[in-house]
């Protein structure tokens, strides 16, 4: 009953005074917001970038040139690494035992691919794979089929495409058998790709397959590509790694107890190092967030002793009728936590729906944050607790005959 009383009266005197608990609600409300708008936008990011990641699949690595994340000081120290070449996929594949399928991909960025009087914007990917790629990427035809051994052998001038690709250039054709070109090639379409989607805005549908013989045969080899290892197991993963790694020392010649020149890519990596990314803007709005509570919790205690002052006379009241210390204690501070746990909620709400709006600009699923809901409810009433106690004690030890005197 005291609570339920006290809840009363606090709410009764934020209403009264409503510029002074309005003021006072935005100071929370910001610090509040800029923490959960941050959180909220990157877990949503995480979320769907992690999503992607996971697409590589969890018995699957990838061996590149350089590491997935590198400043320009790394670019410099390795760039002068020997490409990955064909020549070496071909020889791992011969000299492993452990791999369920190792794909080999080389490719080409921003080419432009035409159709009679169709043509795609120069952003489209051409990729040159061996037979095992299409397993280890995991992608499915939504049209016609995919490459056969034959296809490899002969070297045939088909392709595979990309859904986006299949939508720009053929509106209101069937597109298997149909002949397209890009760069000097004429190219058969043999197939068309599940579509993918996007990622952060990037779709992931504009790109096409052609043989890793007919990509050696237009662009050569004088280039670095990749290797998509999948264990077949991902109990195996580590025994299929260290088989792969051992092997590839081997066909590059490095000296024993010499660094890998090469890179080994998991997706538990991926989504690690783009947590170790994003936990720098996660601090740098911790950090806001602090320096903003603790100015709305001097506010606070600002806005508390001002009404103690204002209602020195009431207390007096209050306690020449019996009040005890507790009662107005229980009052004061009663009302600096539900200050604080309102202009909370109002930072959380706006800092959700902020944070999902970005979400939407950058093409990813908004979420609702509820960990960090928690925490903020949680922080919202220790400010109210550390900043509103200090008034309330002043408030209950106000001497009642003092307080009646007061005018």
Known sequence: MLILESIKMAWNSLIKNKLRSG??????????????????????IQTTVADAFNQLGSNNFVIQKFPAFMGPAQWRLYRNR???????????????????????????????????????????????????????????????????????????????????????????????????????????VIGVYSKRGSILGQGQDEFISIPLTVYKKYYGDKQSGGFTVM???????????????????????????????FAIITNDQLVSQFNDITKYFRLGAAVVAFIALAAAGVGIMNIML????????????????????????????????????????????????????????LSVSGIIPVEWIVIGILVTTFVGVVFGVYPAIKASNLDPIEALRYE
């Open 82 to 188: 020997p490409d990955l070449t064909m020549e070496q996929g071909q020889r791992l594949i011969n000299l492993t035992k452990l791999p369920a399928a190792i794909g080999i991909s080389f490719d080409k960025n921003g080419r432009i691919v035409k159709y009679k009087g169709e043509a795609t914007n120069p952003d489209v990917q051409i990729n040159g794979v061996n037979l095992d790629e299409q397993k280890v990427e995991n992608l499915s035809i939504d049209q016609g089929r995919g490459f056969s051994q034959q296809d490899m052998d002969y070297a045939r001038n088909i392709c595979v495409i990309g859904y986006d690709v299949a939508q720009k250039l053929f509106k209101h054709v069937y597109p298997i058998g149909q002949t397209i070109r890009v760069d000097n090639m004429n190219l058969t």
């Open 306 to 361: 001002v009404s103690v002052s204002e209602r020195t006379r009431e207390i007096g009241i209050r306690k020449a009728i019996g009040a005890r210390k507790v009662t107005i204690r229980t009052q004061f501070l009663v009302e600096a936590i539900i200050l604080c746990q309102i202009g909370g909620l109002i930072g959380i709400f706006l800092g959700i729906v902020g944070g999902n709006i970005i979400a939407a600009e």
């Open 23 to 44: 003021l006072t609600l935005l100071g929370i409300a910001i610090g509040l917001f800029s923490i959960i708008v941050v959180m909220t936008a990157i877990g949503a």
């Open 231 to 261: 264990s077949r197991s991902k109990a195996l993963i580590n025994a299929t790694m260290d088989e792969v790694i051992g092997a590839l020392r081997k066909i590059r010649k490095i000296p024993p107890g010499t660094d890998n020149d």
